[in-house]
């Protein structure tokens, strides 16, 4: 069974960190991108960071660029997210999520098909 969990969310004060884990079972990270999403309230659900497989390659939303950072753990079949700096704005559900095709839409919730449950992340200013 594939599963995708995420941890690290919590409610933190503005100019403040959190680390993000997804910690992937089920499969290795042999599928195309792993990415963050995140969705406000009242928001659409919107890319954050993913990193491809193959190379490393690594992308971000322009709101979070210069603050977040994606790495992988591949012994550990984890991908994290360090938030830096945070916001009120950054203030969501954040998901993990998996493609496992090759896509364009890398950081469109639409290329991916495996799913975390999501974990909250509460920027207080």
């Known amino acids: 069974e594939v599963q995708l969990v995420e941890s690290g969310g919590g409610q933190v004060q503005a100019g403040g960190s959190l680390r993000l884990s997804c910690a992937a079972s089920?499969?290795?990270?042999?599928?195309?991108?792993i990415g963050w999403f995140r969705q406000g309230p009242g928001k659409e659900r919107e890319g954050v960071s993913c990193?491809?497989?193959?190379?490393?390659?690594?992308y971000y939303a322009d709101s979070v660029k210069g603050r977040f950072t994606i790495s992988r753990d591949n012994a550990k079949n984890t991908v994290y997210l360090q938030m830096n700096d945070l916001k009120s704005e950054d203030t969501a559900v954040y998901y993990c999520?998996?493609?496992?095709?090759?896509?364009?839409?890398?950081?469109?919730?639409?290329?991916?098909?495996?799913w975390g449950q999501g974990t909250q992340v509460t920027v207080s200013s």
């Open positions: 999520a998996a493609a496992s095709k090759p896509t364009t839409y890398y950081m469109h919730p639409e290329g991916y098909d495996e």
């Open positions: 089920g499969f290795t990270f042999d599928r195309y991108y």
């Open positions: 990193i491809k497989s193959s190379d490393g390659s690594t």
